[in-house]
């Protein structure tokens, strides 16, 4: 999409990152993957509590589709299937550590903030 045309659309240029990678349990997958590597689905469901497998499929497909994962089939009895993290998803590690670094420095604030807008809430 053209930088006009996004604008267009949508004014902030990185809402089809945010959408994509960001969106409920997709960041999980793929930090499961990028610090675990190759996993069989069984293992990747199993570092993400809470996850359903119904979700977990439809957010493996999104990301196969997107080209963040690669699944591969093994035909061994019973079969095999493993995912793994594709280069353009191991090229969000920086962003990715970058965010940790932020929320350890900044999640206390945030969670301060949450506290006294609750405060405040209650007062009214």
């Known amino acids: 999409m053209s930088k006009t045309l996004r604008e267009e659309t949508d004014p902030c240029p990185i809402a089809p990152l945010v959408e994509t990678i960001f969106g409920r349990w997709t960041s999980h997958v793929l930090w499961v993957l990028n610090h675990l590597g190759r996993q069989r689905f069984t293992d990747l469901r199993a570092h993400i ?70 405060e405040k809430s209650r007062a009214e």
């Open 49 to 118: 509590p809470g996850i359903t497998p119904r979700v977990l499929t439809q957010r493996l497909r999104q990301l196969e589709r997107d080209g963040f994962v690669t699944r591969t089939y093994h035909p061994s009895v019973p079969p095999r299937v493993e995912y793994e993290a594709t280069e353009l998803a191991r090229s969000l590690s920086p962003l990715f550590a970058q965010m940790v670094q932020w929320t350890d420095e900044h999640y206390e604030s945030v969670e301060a903030a949450r506290i006294s807008f609750a």
